[in-house]
């Protein structure tokens, strides 16, 4: 089946940093890919769709300047939180769909669990 | 305004009984429905995909049926083990954007 990674699992911050993470899609090709940020015993809100070779298309609320999308290429996203500070400590999950597939079905990352201190 | 409503935050079951989870939406006319499966810590895992001309989508011991008119998703775990234990989550995309929206999820526990 498809796969996606996701990098790092884990990271841990000083206020004030930028975190890039990045998403890979390593069997198939992603002309677009989603970012999801979850809180907690919450669900999975998504924060952008991220578009290769073209800008992200970002939810209602979701700050572009803070959370910056680069979409490469068609099996690379990645999403670098600027500046961050302690409330953008949350699981950050990205997804993918196979472009050469009909199936409307995601494939995740293993996530991205951001603590900044 | 646009909901999707998972009614059940968690739910505690005994092994071997049937487990049936519930998806409510609303102000959304979605093509097809989605169930995916959280693990702690991890990336959801895709489940089962229902269409809005299908009644009822069956794997091995999941069970899905989608009500358009009731707008209702049910999820159905049969034969439950404790390692069903997980979170589920029912996602539909809108028909007006290309984007999949989630519920709230619900944390199922099977206790042996």
């Known amino acids: 089946g498809a796969v996606v990674s996701q990098h790092p699992s884990r990271v841990i911050c000083k206020s004030g940093t930028s975190v890039k993470i990045e998403c890979r899609s390593l069997d198939f090709q992603a002309t677009t890919m989603f970012w999801y940020r979850q809180f907690p015993k919450q669900s999975l809100m998504l924060m952008a769709t991220?578009?290769?070779?073209?800008?992200?298309?970002?939810e209602q609320g979701v700050e572009k300047d803070k959370f910056l999308i680069n979409h490469a290429s068609l099996t690379l996203s990645t999403l670098t939180v600027t500046s961050a500070h302690p409330e953008d400590s949350s699981f950050y999950i990205c997804?993918?769909?196979?472009?050469?597939?009909?199936?409307?079905?995601?494939?995740f990352g293993s996530g991205t669990q951001l603590s900044v201190l | 305004s646009q909901k999707i409503e998972q009614n059940s935050e968690a739910l505690n079951i005994q092994e071997g009984k049937t487990a049936t989870l519930t998806c409510n939406y609303t102000?959304?006319?979605?093509?097809?429905l989605q169930w995916y499966r959280q693990d702690p810590g991890r990336g959801p895992v895709f489940l089962l995909l229902i269409r809005e001309n299908e009644k009822e989508k069956r794997k091995e011991r999941l069970k899905v049926t989608f009500d358009t008119t009731l707008k209702q998703s049910l999820f159905h775990i049969t034969a439950s083990q404790p390692a069903d234990s997980a979170t589920y989550l029912c996602?539909?995309?809108?028909?007006?954007?290309?984007?999949?929206?989630f519920g709230s999820g619900t944390r199922l526990s099977i206790r042996p």
């Open positions: 997804s993918a769909r196979d472009t050469g597939e009909t199936n409307e079905k995601l494939f």
């Open positions: 996602a539909l995309e809108p028909s007006s954007a290309s984007k999949i929206i």
């Open positions: 102000n959304y006319s979605p093509a097809y």
């Open positions: 991220s578009n290769e070779g073209s800008k992200a298309t970002y």
